[in-house]
């Protein structure tokens, strides 16, 4: 029986762009999760499969039927040091699928196996990174951050070796494209001009179809993904979100959020933020995200070089152009964003200069406080605009009364330029500040339980709250709170 109506483009790029690999089995599947909503959106009928056949499906150990199992093939730059060769050492392209709504999605195992972009490991993922994954990529999508989709997860019924024995797990993803910033800079480093060219026509046609009309469609395409990218990190700064990895193979060339490694939100807002155990240097601190955006592209940019101008030195001329666009663009969707947080809708070129100070100036003051940043600006978002006793709730998460009292009173100034009453202010900056975020303790907890005691109901109902970020949901208050100093976690690992 048919349950996925694969329609694979990918494949017929040619097999420089990959090698086709099956998933190894594994010992004994047993499905954790599956994303009903997600399948339902994609038209795929697999909700009703018994557990066993989606255990079966979603591990690899069965290949369904029109899938076309591949590993990508990809290069990148980690941690600033250009590696050739990447690829999918533990992941699969299944083959694609075209929702009811047209739009087509690559389905995705990781932890499906060796390949020949293996390397030295083990083709493998641990089952805490692959609930972590899950719990965050549906958290994003539901908090409306572009980002891929988890449709399954299981246990393999086999352990991993990592510092110690680790059970195995497998999710599926889904994804608007799996080509990355790094698969140009696989065949630019190669000197293929030729793969570069069939790469960057298949992502247009696929991705932005409206860079084919352009007079140079790569010069459009270029233009499209830095404006996706400087729009998908404002989002994650607007969230407290730290990617971790920001390596140009994690970068995805449809603008979503892609390879949840090392990520965290985080609560305490702290400037310079950094989680990942293995980001010693704080390259991937949460405020480098911006210009590390900017460092891949260049990077993409450079891959494309022969493709923008005749000559070498008119090319450089068109990428450094649209390059130079990223700032401005980042900033204007950081700004936006910020405003909307902050209840600041009536805006002019002169309440835009005088906003970003006031919100700068909150930001410091949130620093100096040790405030939580989500939980800081949820409380924002239910203050009238005359002070009142609710002051109380936003005060609580600061040290010190005395700055932020004084920030209260011009914000409260700033609001007498807006329009909106207070309820139709405050509807709208609920609808951008949540209250419940994946926080780390709480992703922790459920993968300790997961790991340890093979319990997933700690996974299940963090799950459910996430479902629903903008709402206080009754009796899950415990689940907006920052954690208490025993439960703090100062480092997350990819686990790879
Ligand atoms: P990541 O930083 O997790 O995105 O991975 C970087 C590269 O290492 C990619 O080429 C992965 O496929 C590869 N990789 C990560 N973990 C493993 C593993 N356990 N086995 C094989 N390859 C891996
Ligand atoms: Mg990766």
Redesign the pocket.
């Known amino acids: 029986m048919q349950h996925i109506p694969f329609n694979n483009q990918y494949v017929s790029l040619g097999d420089t762009f990959y090698v086709k690999t099956s998933p190894l089995p594994v010992a004994s599947p047993s499905l954790i999760k599956l994303n009903d909503e997600l399948a339902r959106e994609l038209g795929l009928s697999v909700s009703n499969l018994h557990a066993a056949d989606a255990a079966a499906l979603f591990s690899g150990n069965s290949i369904p039927e029109g899938a076309e199992p591949l590993a990508m093939a990809y290069a990148g730059h980690q941690f600033g040091h250009f590696n050739p060769q990447?690829?999918?050492?533990?992941?699969i392209l299944l083959g694609e699928v075209i929702s009811p709504d047209g739009e087509r999605f690559d389905l995705h195992l990781k932890g499906s196996g060796h390949t020949v972009?293996?390397?030295g490991?083990?083709?493998?993922?641990a089952l805490g990174p692959v609930l972590r994954e899950y719990l965050v990529s549906e958290a994003m999508k539901k908090l409306d951050v572009p980002t891929t989709r988890a449709l399954a997860v299981v246990t393999t019924g086999e352990e991993v070796v990592r510092e110690r024995l680790l059970p195995g797990g497998i999710i599926t993803r889904v994804a608007s494209s799996f080509v990355r910033v790094g698969t140009f800079q696989f065949f630019a480093a190669k000197g293929d001009q030729e793969a570069v060219q069939k790469l960057a026509d298949h992502v247009i046609e696929r991705n932005y179809p409206e860079a084919s009309e352009a007079k140079n469609p790569y010069v459009a395409l270029l233009k499209a993904v830095v404006d996706r990218q400087a729009a998908l990190i404002a989002q994650w700064m607007h969230l407290g979100f730290i990617h971790g990895?920001m390596?140009t193979?994690?970068m995805s060339i449809a603008g979503e959020t892609i390879?949840y490694?090392p990520c965290a939100f985080m609560d305490i807002y702290d400037h310079d933020q950094v989680f990942s155990s293995i980001d010693r240097d704080g390259r991937y601190a949460y405020s480098n995200q911006p210009s590390i955006g900017l460092w891949n592209l260049t990077r993409l940019a450079e891959s494309l070089l022969p493709l923008l101008a005749e000559s070498t030195e008119a090319a450089v001329e068109v990428a450094r152009g649209v390059l130079e666009t990223y700032i401005d663009h980042y900033q204007s969707e950081w700004l936006a964003g910020m405003q909307a947080k902050c209840g600041l809708f009536a805006r002019s070129e002169q309440t835009n200069e005088e906003d970003k100070a006031l919100i700068e100036e909150l930001l410091n003051t949130m620093a100096a406080n040790h405030a939580d940043f989500t939980l800081t600006f949820y409380h924002l978002s239910q203050l009238p605009s005359q002070a009142s006793e609710q002051d109380s709730d936003i005060q609580a998460m600061f040290e010190s009364q005395g700055e932020l009292e004084n920030w209260l009173a011009k914000w409260r100034q700033r609001l007498t330029k807006e329009t909106l009453i207070d309820t139709e202010r405050q509807d709208k900056m609920q609808a951008v500040n949540p209250v419940y975020i994946p926080r780390n303790h709480q992703i922790e907890a459920a993968i300790r339980a997961a790991e340890d005691n093979n319990d997933f109901s700690v996974f299940h109902e963090l799950h459910e709250v996430l479902q629903n970020p903008y709402v206080q949901q009754q009796g899950k208050a415990r689940y907006s709170l920052p954690p208490e100093p025993d439960e703090v976690v100062q480092q997350t690992f990819?686990g790879?």
Not at 86 to 91: E, T, V
């Open positions: 990447l690829g999918d050492g533990r992941a972009y293996s390397r490991g083990d083709g493998r993922a990895v390596n193979d994690n390879d490694g990819c790879t």
